[in-house]
Nanobody
Framework: QVQLVESGGGLVQAGGSLKLSCVAS????????MGWFRQAPGKEREFVAA????????NTADSLKGRFTISRDNAKNRVHLRMNSLKPEDTAVYYC?????????????????WGQGTQVTVSS
């Protein structure tokens, strides 16, 4: 059984920054790809970024490139999402997820385990 726990969300003004973290337990973390998704009220879950098990490959949603950066620390079983220049439209619940293989990491069905999410609210 895998547990994923996100942290770092909160309320921030537009233009500010946040760093989300997700700690994993229950699996050999370094063997799995990880991703971040977000879901705003009334909207579908949206891909944010993904990273391979070795950090050699990262993928960020085109609309978020240049502002959002994914990284991981396998020694600490953590994956991070650095978010800069935040906008009100970035307001959502952010989820981390674990994928068994590096395949179509931009779609939610590629992931087997999900965290409970952390709320990010950006005020204008």
């Amino acid at each position: 059984q895998v547990q994923l726990v996100e942290s770092g969300g909160g309320l921030v003004q537009a233009g500010g920054s946040l760093k989300l973290s997700c700690v994993a337990s229950g699996r050999t973390f370094s063997r799995y790809a990880m991703g971040w998704f977000r879901q705003a009220p009334g909207k579908e879950r949206e891909f944010v970024a993904a990273i391979s098990y070795s950090s050699n490959d990262t993928n960020t949603a085109d609309s978020l490139k240049g502002r959002f950066t994914i990284s991981r620390d396998n020694a600490k079983n953590r994956v991070h999402l650095r978010m800069n220049s935040l906008k009100p439209e970035d307001t959502a619940v952010y989820y981390c997820a674990l994928a068994p293989r590096v395949l179509r990491l931009w779609v939610p069905v590629s992931y087997d385990y999900w965290g409970q999410g952390t709320q990010v609210t950006v005020s204008s």
